[in-house]
């Protein structure tokens, strides 16, 4: 079934794509605003399963820190050299188009090829997650995968490997050449490949969840969990936010809750891990959610300061990453080297 998202459906897409960014995934503000004003509209969505299977296929997205996005905003066609660098790499003009990762900006990102190529609703996360290595291509070793990326000053980096970890470095190291956030796009597979080792279902997901969100964004937390299909895990004011001591990227945020009890949310660049009382509650692959109290904004890892209150959330996770334990090995707390933080632990 093929589906005709209209431009008014956007702002509903993008609370939904925030909600499965856990966090993470960077704001979707900007990336909104591209589209918003775009001639394209409408845009056809296409389900995999009603898609050529034989057509070959691209995912694109944004690598690094988004927050240079809001310092200095993308170029007006970002996608385009990587598209033509794809094609003499391959051989092939890539047909189809679908999302690298679904959540945050980059569940719009790949919008903007809507207009000119077969979109499919299908990524490699179900959610936002940090590494390259995490995607579900690599994570099931589907071969003759290659990724390009943007280095700046209108060059453009070709990695074709079978390994995932050196994907991960080489494109890393390559945004940062690029200054710290570029455009990416990854090849070497087609339609019929995202059956079986991509999440399908993405946008329709983020859509019902953006519905459900705006439609409930003034009601007790309670209700709106509810709503969403989610979890009520706790409430309460941001006392205290100690940085690892093994590794500046991980945090743990407490929080003071209403009840009198102390709750901790386990961070990296995304929210791993909700604790009360000692016990894990929820844990990734789990989407947990904050939200401020008083403006029921979603945030960011980063907007989760010292004295803020907060109401936190649990989504259920993308089944596609529970169907198989190597596949979950991939987004347990443990591959972010968070030991004993499974649920129930």
């Known amino acids: 079934m093929t589906s005709i998202l209209g431009q008014d459906r956007l702002p509903a897409l993008a609370r939904g794509f925030s909600l499965l960014g856990s966090g993470g995934g960077g704001k979707t503000t900007l990336q909104e605003l591209i589209l918003g004003a775009s001639n394209a509209w409408p845009l056809n969505v296409h389900q995999v399963r009603d898609v050529d299977p034989a057509l070959s296929c691209v995912a694109i997205a944004y690598v690094g820190s988004t927050h240079f996005m809001h310092e200095r905003l993308p170029v007006e066609d970002p996608f385009s050299p990587l598209l033509a660098a794809a094609a003499r790499w391959s051989g092939t003009r890539p047909e189809a188009v ?16 809507a207009h ?28 003759g995968l290659f990724a390009v990326c ?11 490997t079978d390994r995932a970890e050196d994907m991960e470095k080489v494109i890393r190291a390559a945004v940062i050449q690029a200054g710290g956030v570029a455009p990416v796009l990854l090849g070497g597979f087609h339609v019929g490949d995202l059956r079986e080792h991509a999440i399908t279902g993405i946008y329709l997901r983020a859509l019902e969840l953006g519905d459900a969100f705006m439609a409930a964004e003034q009601e007790p937390v309670p209700v709106l969990a509810e709503r969403l299909g989610a979890r009520f895990l706790g409430q309460g004011r941001i006392t205290a936010i100690e940085i690892s001591a093994r590794t500046m990227h991980n945090s743990t945020i407490e929080v003071t809750c209403n009840d009198g009890g102390i709750s901790r949310v386990i961070a990296r660049s995304e929210f791993l891990a909700y604790m009360s009382e000692g016990k894990v509650l929820a844990a990734t692959p789990e ?24 109401d936190v959330l649990s989504l259920p ?29």
């Open 150 to 160: 943007d280095t700046g000053a209108g060059g453009v980096a070709i990695v074709n």
């Open 116 to 143: 000119e190529m077969v979109f499919v609703d299908a990524d490699f996360t179900g959610r936002a997650y940090p590494r390259l290595d995490q995607m579900s291509l690599y994570v099931d070793k589907v071969p």
């Open 287 to 310: 989407i947990i959610v904050v939200l401020d109290s008083l403006s029921r904004a979603i945030l960011q890892v980063d907007e989760v300061t010292q004295g803020r209150h907060v």
């Open 98 to 113: 679908c999302a690298l990762e679904g959540g945050g900006v980059n569940g719009l990102t790949a919008l903007g090829l």
């Open 317 to 345: 996770a993308p089944s596609w990453w529970l169907e198989r334990s190597e596949r979950l090995a991939h987004v347990l707390p443990a591959f972010f080297g968070l030991n004993l933080l499974e649920r129930g632990t």
